[in-house]
Every structure is written in structure tokens, then in C-alpha cells.
């Protein structure tokens, strides 16, 4: 996993973080009326949003999960469009991590790796990495991710996602 150099998209993706909680609660309950929200792929939603930061419209693929056993700690992971034309995965995690732990990732119990944290704000720590062939392949073709952090040095806490839909809503990106 590497890392991606663009931070101008930090203050939309923060914008964003306080309500893809409720964006997941609502989509469980019913329609959603929100108007940045423009589909559901999945397991996922797709979300676009004009921001003073960028010129027009900003879309991103987004799934929030809260961690196995420990519903009180939220993690988002985001998916978009990077300024080259590849996929940028971003993650934001709780405040009260382990920083130097990084994140992991298994796909379908496979090790992926781990990458270390970008930045961390009061809303929560980020993690990015620019989606290489091979993890967009593991993403499209993948069943189940699970994104590791540690709370203490002995404790990881794992947030499973589904990639169901995953394909589906990637190539919806503009």
C-alpha cells in the first residue's frame, strides 16, 4: 500500500464523516432524501457534494461500520476518484488509537498489509492509499474486507465490510 500525496479533499471528507453514520441508519430505515446522496451499490452508497475546496462536484463511494463486538467505535471508508484518474482509499478511525500499529487489511482472510496514518483531527485519524490494479481487483472481486486498528498495544479491533456492490458503484465515480 503507498500513499496518496492530495490532502485538499481532508475538509470535505471530514464534511462528510459526521453524517455517513445517519446516512447508513436512514438507508436501513427506508428512502433516503438526502440530496448529495445519488445511489446505493450494495453495501454501498454514492455520495456527491460540491465544496468550495474542489471545482464541482465531488463524488465519493462510501461504507461506515462500527467495529466487531464494540458498536460504539465507527470507522468510514471512502473511495474516489484521485486527480491522476486512479481510485484513492481513505479510511478515518476513532480518536484513541494506537498510531504507530497503522491499519491493517484482509480481504477473504488474505493479509493485505498495512499502512500508517496520515493525519489525525478531532473527528478521527485517516489513513490513504492509492489503490493500486491489484487491491481494486481485490475490492471488485472480493466478498469481505476487514480493516484492522489497535486500541491498546494488544488489542486489534477489526470493522468488517461487505464489498457486495462494491463494482457496481466504483465505476459510477466520475
Not at 5 to 20: D, E, M, N, S, T
Not at 54 to 74: F, I, M, R, T
Request: aromatic content about 8%.
Amino acid at each position: 500500500m503507498t500513499f496518496s500525496g492530495p490532502i485538499r479533499l481532508w475538509l470535505c471528507v471530514l464534511a462528510l464523516f459526521a453524517g455517513f453514520a445517519a446516512l447508513n441508519a436512514s438507508h436501513a430505515a427506508g428512502p433516503v432524501t438526502d440530496p448529495a446522496f445519488k445511489g446505493v451499490f450494495g453495501d454501498w452508497a454514492l455520495r456527491c457534494e460540491s465544496n468550495a475546496i474542489a471545482a464541482g462536484e465531488q463524488c465519493v463511494l462510501v461504507q461506515s461500520v462500527a467495529a466487531d463486538n464494540k458498536p460504539d467505535l465507527q470507522m468510514v471508508v471512502i473511495v474516489l476518484k484521485g486527480p491522476n484518474g486512479g481510485y484513492v482509499l481513505r479510511i478515518v478511525v476513532p480518536l484513541g488509537i494506537i498510531l504507530p500499529s497503522g491499519l491493517g487489511l484482509k480481504i477473504d482472510n488474505v493479509d493485505i498489509g498495512r499502512t500508517g496514518f496520515m493525519r489525525c483531527l478531532a473527528n478521527g485519524c485517516m489513513a490513504e492509499v492509492v489503490m493500486d490494479d491489484n487491491l481494486l481487483n481485490r475490492f471488485t472481486t472480493g466478498e469481505s474486507a476487514l480493516f484492522v486498528i489497535f486500541t491498546s498495544p494488544a488489542e486489534g479491533v477489526g470493522f468488517p465490510i461487505r464489498l457486495a456492490g462494491f463494482s457496481n458503484g466504483v465505476v459510477k465515480l466520475p
